[in-house]
T-cell receptor, first 112, second 113 residues
Framework: GQQLNQSPQSMFIQEGEDVSMNCTSS?????WLWYKQEPGEGPVLLIA?????ELTSNGRLTAQFGITRKDSFLNISASIPSDVGIYFC????????????FGKGTKLSVKP | GAGVSQSPSNKVTEKGKDVELRCDPI?????LYWYRQRLGQGLEFLIY????????KSGLPSDRFSAERTGESVSTLTIQRTQQEDSAVYLC???????????FGPGTRLTVL
């Protein structure tokens, strides 16, 4: 079945460092989304990408929709302690009614 | 304004018992989704409602799982004869229409002993 391969699985970084994570798939998607989940909460949408090649920023976050439509990356610049959480990529898969397929997540830890 | 709410926040049950999990979506949202999140995993789609109808039940893992939605509002996910592998966080999300941004509730953490 369709699957999103997200890496890295976890990251331990120093405050102020930049972070990069990505998602790949063997399937083509029309939308890529990036969510952040904090303990005890549901995921919150960070960035949505709707067009191949699209590069979108939201503050210190930048995400790109790969040209092949099979991948996406998320960058976080100048990380701060409140960036801690689990970041998920997600995509709308073909034939769905809007439901999403998710990657397994990247757990980010930031040392002050 | 009020977001998506779910109850209970935590549920511990014994194997073989039935459980009901409730989701209150954002008022006016026509689409409602249930997902399951196992420890350390991503979210796994279970079922989608458009209004009170469920056009996509493809993610329900077995016939022990069922869901309904009434009044184009609250939804209940029922798990019958719970098994230990059902232990997970069950998340509900709603969106204004399908393909719009999904807003998630905080989830119900289910533990089956």
């Amino acid at each position: 079945g369709q699957q999103l391969n997200q890496s890295p699985q976890s990251m331990f970084i120093q405050e102020g460092e930049d972070v990069s994570m990505n998602c790949t798939s063997s399937s083509i998607f029309n939308t890529w989304l990036w969510y952040k989940q904090e303990p005890g909460e549901g995921p919150v949408l960070l960035i949505a990408l709707y067009k191949a090649g699209e590069l979108t920023s939201n503050g210190r976050l930048t995400a790109q929709f790969g040209i092949t439509r099979k991948d996406s990356f998320l960058n976080i610049s100048a990380s701060i302690p409140s960036d801690v959480g689990i970041y998920f990529c997600a995509a709308h898969y073909g034939g769905s009614q809007g439901n999403l397929i998710f990657g397994k997540g990247t757990k980010l830890s930031v040392k002050p | 304004g009020a977001g998506v709410s779910q109850s209970p926040s935590n549920k511990v049950t014994e194997k073989g018992k039935d459980v009901e999990l409730r989701c209150d979506p954002i008022s006016g949202h026509t689409a409602l989704y249930w997902y399951r999140q196992r420890l350390g995993q991503g979210l796994e789609f279970l079922i989608y409602f458009q209004g009170n109808s469920a056009p996509d039940k493809s993610g329900l893992p077995s016939d022990r799982f069922s869901a309904e939605r009434t009044g184009e509002s609250v939804s209940t996910l029922t798990i019958q004869r719970t098994q230990q592998e059902d232990s997970a966080v069950y998340l509900c999300a709603s969106s204004l229409f399908q393909y719009n941004e999904q807003f998630f509730g905080p989830g119900t953490r289910l533990t089956v002993l």
